[in-house]
């Protein structure tokens, strides 16, 4: 009859595909948002990951893998032997160095052969979970080849079931426990896997009491530096058995929760955002440079032309709207006589088409997100800066239309017509009296008696009175209006270089709205990964 402990590992949950999926969810995301933007090699990590989590899970539910690495001489294959009680792996003088992976799996041996083929290791000592090994039902022990070792081959073995375990033991030897190698290449890239990390220091034998405790003390503070204070740390001696019954019940702890894939899993996709974080700037920068986009829009634009053009229309406008209604109408009959143009048809003539420089549009955009850009990986940076310059004749055309819809041509004045009217009223009393004036001359042409023509003051008679004042009222009419006119022109260039400077800085248009949904995306990416690295744990 099983043991309470074994019936506990049998009844513990396993690990579901609901489960693996919302642990997995965060890295399809990042990876379904990085893709074409994030690094292709780191991408392909993301992939592989979820691919190598599908595989794993799809394999087996009810065994931990519990992956035993070090260096040379570290005792490996010693601390395998002292935690299953029997010599499964030999460590003697002529071969100090583990040459291929073995695996030990305790209890359902035949249930952990798809597993073991899925982790490619041929060399299995299966053991019943009996006795001492009851605790451990369910458990692999992988021992691998060293990590130091110097056939290129050992070391590949070693690090490809390191990446594929669900439990890292790293075991040390003292006087090689703070060597680079391990540190740099090794648990620099595991600072999101503490809770899947023991690390064993080995041949605690060895060393005298004072100096174990400074070497686990030097220890615990070299895992600190790589963010792996949270990493259980344990002395042990495979040679004489100290500390190998509470290794045991360690790992039996981790084996019997059944969670140790599920965490592998996660501190792995912590890893990878983590990662992508970090070559991603903050999402608050990644944004479109207005400033920048408006001073080279407004730089693009004729804006000389354009108000120059606006004050000959006005003054043109404003000049034949109170010019002289008599000389007006001679001029027409004349040009009607003798077939000559008049000034009238240039009222409405077709102003000046708007001319954008495109190539200022375009470095304006560029300029716009380079802030973006600069700190963003490749391909995205590309991609962004791509985006911007493709978006420069459109807007450069868009830019051109809403300028062209500007009123270059003034409306008319009110005032305008008031002076026209009293033009005219002035200049009808001035023909009034150069008729008088003509009249008088003709009855005597004829032998008529004399018009008679009444005396305004002394000699000035009131026909040429009339004559000269309308046309004196009609002169100072126009010259009074000369700096009214001046003034409105002023005003109406004003109104248009607001407007113009309006339209030129604005940005808010459809030709940048896929290079505002680009950047829109790189900072969703970018919230997305510094959400999950700033948490320590992806987001579900």
């Known amino acids: 009859m099983p043991s309470t402990q074994q019936q506990g590992a049998t009844k513990a949950p396993a690990l579901g595909q609901e489960t693996s999926a919302a642990v997995l969810e965060p890295l399809k995301t990042l990876e379904t948002l990085g893709a074409g933007r994030l690094p292709s090699a780191l991408i392909d990590e993301m992939t592989a990951l979820r691919e190598r989590a599908r595989q794993r899970l799809a394999h087996s539910h009810d065994h931990v893998v519990v992956a035993v690495a070090g260096g040379t001489g570290s005792g490996k294959s010693s601390l395998v032997n002292a935690l299953v009680g029997q010599t499964l792996s030999a460590a003697g003088v002529r071969r100090p160095t583990t040459e291929r992976a073995q695996a030990v799996p305790i209890g359902d041996a035949t249930g952990a052969e798809p597993l073991l083929d899925w982790l490619q290791v ?291 004045r009110r005032w305008w017509s008031g002076v026209r009217r009293l033009r005219l009223a002035a200049e009808m009393v001035a023909a009034f009296g150069f008729v008088w004036l003509a009249g008088r001359g003709l009855p005597e042409w004829l032998g008529l008696p004399p018009v008679p023509t009444p005396a305004l003051l002394g000699e000035i008679t009131w026909p040429f009175a009339l004559l000269a004042g309308g046309v004196l009222a009609s002169v100072a009419l126009a010259g009074a209006a000369r700096p009214l006119i001046s003034v409105g022109a002023r005003r109406h260039v004003h109104a248009l270089r607001q407007a113009v400077r309006q339209d030129a800085a604005a940005t808010d248009v459809a030709p940048l709205a896929e290079l505002r949904q680009a950047l829109a995306d790189c900072r969703q990416l970018s919230e997305h990964a510094h959400q999950g690295a700033a948490a320590g744990d992806p987001p579900e």
């Open 122 to 412: 041929e060399e299995r000592h299966p053991l019943p979970a009996e006795g001492m090994l009851a605790p451990l039902r369910g458990a692999v022990l992988l021992d691998l080849p060293d990590v130091d070792s110097t056939v290129r081959e050992h070391a590949q073995v070693a690090e490809r079931l390191i990446e594929r375990c669900d439990l890292l033991l790293w075991v040390m030897d003292p006087l090689k426990y703070a060597q680079a190698l391990t540190h740099e290449r090794y648990f620099a890239r595991l600072a999101h896997h503490a809770g899947v990390l023991l690390v064993v220091l080995n041949h605690i034998d060895r060393l005298d009491e004072a100096d174990r405790e400074t070497d686990l003390a030097h220890l615990r503070a070299l895992l600190a530096e790589q963010d792996l204070a949270a990493a259980q740390l344990l002395p042990t001696a495979a040679t004489t058995g100290e500390g190998i019954a509470e290794l045991r019940q360690r790992i039996s702890a981790v084996v019997r929760e059944r969670r140790a894939p599920r965490e592998r899993i996660r501190a792995d996709v912590a890893d990878l955002m983590e990662r992508s974080a970090a070559q991603l700037p903050p999402p608050e920068t990644l944004v479109l440079d207005t400033d920048a986009l408006a001073s080279h829009q407004r730089e693009a634009v004729n804006e000389a032309a354009l108000l120059a053009s606006a004050d000959s229309a006005y003054r043109r406008a404003a000049g034949q709207a109170t010019g002289s209604p008599l000389r007006g109408l001679l001029g027409r009959a004349v040009a009607r006589r003798f077939g000559r143009p008049t000034e009238e048809p240039r009222q409405g003539q077709e102003p000046p088409r708007p001319s954008v420089a495109e190539p200022r549009v375009r470095q304006g955009l560029l300029e716009a997100v380079s802030v973006a850009a600069d700190q963003l990986p490749e391909p995205a940076a590309g991609r962004v800066r791509q985006q911007a310059a493709s978006a420069a004749a459109a807007l450069t055309e868009d830019l051109r239309q809403r300028l062209a819809e500007l009123p270059l041509e003034p409306s008319p």
